[in-house]
């Protein structure tokens, strides 16, 4: 089998993939003050949570934007799953050619991304994910990473609103039933959910502008992609373990086996 790691800001989710098929996922806290034992300790409990045997993970993939959390990461998959990770960065090959002006500068987050959107729904394609921050990232029909757009997540951005507003207190998240809010409460959710939704198509609209191809797909991910892309018009598929499925893809193209 083969396991999937993505380090976020914010979360790492795992991935156990058998073949092509996503058989667990688990997402927790990313802590880049974790010891190798203690992710180890974490690698053992699912494994034994789940009945699956630890030995019969072939092999490991990373994508991580939190350099300082790899440390202790790589050397738990060593120590206590006796594999040497594959590390998503300069010199794997994707398949897709990156026209950032430093490609060393795109996250191997949105690399994995595109890969599996490209490998799930064809290019060209825009990926809008919803993690710490909101990203966009636009792929043309030639598979070319063309760039995107960072923007404040929503979840940054209702905590800015908690903190400099003093008469507003910390919401849920969520949608609510009418875009005219009654109360404090029912106001800030309106604003940052509905806002947030307008924010996705307004961008998606330009992109798509500046693309000028035909046929391009919208795809999401992300822990909220489905509260508040689901709401969004311009997002025809939503896919919150795209990333995990990316990693599996950029595995395969990275080794001879053809299933682990």
Known sequence: MLLTIDVGNTNTTLGLFSGHNLKYNWVF????????????????????????????????????????????LVTAVRNYLHRDPIIVGPGIKTGINIKYENPREVGADKIANA?????????????????????????SGGRDYLGGVICPGIKISAEALFEKASKLTRVEIAAPSHVIGKNTIASVQSGLFYGYCGQIEYIVEKIKREMK??????????????????????????????????????????????IV
């Open 213 to 258: 191809e035909d046929n391009i797909k919208t795809v999401a991910t992300g822990a909220l992609s489905r509260l508040i892309a689901s709401q969004c018009r311009c997002v025809d598929e939503i896919n919150t373990m795209l990333t995990l499925e990316g990693l599996k893809e950029i595995y395969y193209l990275n080794t001879r086996d053809k």
């Open 29 to 72: 806290s990313t802590d880049p003050d974790k010891t190798s034992d203690e992710i180890g300790i974490l690698f053992l409990s699912l494994f034994q949570y789940t009945k699956e045997d630890i030995n019969s993970v072939r092999d490991v993939i990373i994508c991580s934007v939190v350099p300082p959390a790899m440390d202790s």
């Open 115 to 139: 890969v599996g959107a490209i490998r799930l729904y064809g290019a060209p394609v825009i990926i809008v994910d919803f993690g710490t921050a909101t990203t966009f990232c636009a792929v």
